[in-house]
């Protein structure tokens, strides 16, 4: 079974700087491609940014590039996401999910077993 474990959450001002960690367990970890969503109230899911089984290649949602950094370890089965100049409206809940479509996608009903979430709180 996949287990997907987000942490690294929390409160910062706006500025400032997290890390997100993703945990997976139950499965051949570099078998998949895996994404970083999120999730604000009232909204939609969307996607945040992604990476290849390998981590040669990336990919980011334009309110992000430049300021984010997706990256994964494949011995020690985690996916990062480094946040710098976090904003205000990048507050939201923070989600891991793994691609279960052949090719890649931006969408969220592509990806599947979704961590329970980190919530990002950026105050101004």
């Known amino acids: 079974q996949v287990q997907l474990v987000e942490s690294g959450g929390g409160l910062v001002q706006a500025g400032g700087s997290l890390r997100l960690s993703c945990a997976a367990s139950?499965?051949?970890?570099?078998?998949?491609?895996m994404a970083w969503f999120r999730q604000a109230p009232g909204k939609e899911r969307e996607f945040v940014g992604g990476i290849n089984r390998s981590g040669s290649t990336t990919d980011y949602a334009v309110s992000v590039k430049g300021r984010f950094t997706i990256s994964r370890d494949n011995a020690k089965k985690t996916v990062y996401l480094q946040m710098n100049s976090l904003k205000p409206e990048d507050t939201a809940v923070y989600y891991c999910?793994?691609?279960?479509?052949?090719?890649?996608?931006?969408?969220?009903?592509?990806?599947?077993?979704w961590g329970q979430g980190t919530q990002v709180t950026v105050s101004s």
């Open positions: 999910a793994v691609q279960t479509g052949g090719t890649w996608s931006r969408r969220a009903d592509d990806f599947g077993s």
């Open positions: 139950g499965w051949i970890f570099n078998t998949y491609s």
